[in-house]
C-alpha cells in the first residue's frame, strides 16, 4: 500500500512499537494454534520455530519484498530489528505460558 498520503503518527518511531507489538502478536497466534491443535504443551522445538524462526524469517521476507518488489516503500532494517525483538518478546512470553498450562483429562 502507498503510504505517502497518509498522515503524520502522533508519535516519533510509532511504527517500530507497531511492529513490535504485531509480531509478538503473530508469534502468539502461532503457538496458540499449535497448542490448541495437539491440546497439550508443546516442545522447546516446536515452540521455538513457531514463535520465533517463522516470525523472523517472515519479518525479514517482507522487508526484502518491500526494498526490492516495490517503487514506492523501502526495506528498513529497524523494522526488521523491532521485528525480531517483537518476535522474541512473544516468544518468551509463549514459553511461559505453555511451562504453565494444565490440560485436564478427557
Known amino acids: ?3 505517502v498520503d ?3 503518527s502522533p508519535m516519533t ?3 517500530k512499537v ?3 507489538v504485531m509480531f509478538m502478536g503473530l508469534a502468539g497466534a502461532v503457538f496458540f494454534d499449535e497448542t490448541a491443535y495437539f491440546r497439550k504443551k508443546t516442545n522447546f522445538r516446536r515452540l ?3 514463535s520465533f524462526i ?7 521476507w517482507i522487508e526484502l519484498m518491500q526494498e526490492y518488489c516495490t517503487s514506492y516503500r523501502a526495506g528498513d532494517w529497524n523494522d526488521f530489528l523491532f521485528d525480531v525483538i517483537g518476535a522474541f518478546c512473544g516468544g ?15
Not at 517463522?54 to 525479514?60: E, I, Q, S, T
Open 1 to 3: 500500500m502507498n503510504t
Open 6 to 8: 497518509l498522515p503524520p
Open 13 to 15: 518511531n510509532f511504527d
Open 18 to 20: 507497531v511492529h513490535t
Open 48 to 50: 521455538f520455530f513457531g
Open 54 to 60: 517463522y516470525p523472523v524469517a517472515f519479518g525479514g
Open 92 to 106: 518468551i512470553i509463549c514459553w511461559i505460558i505453555n511451562r504453565r498450562i494444565i490440560f485436564p483429562a478427557r
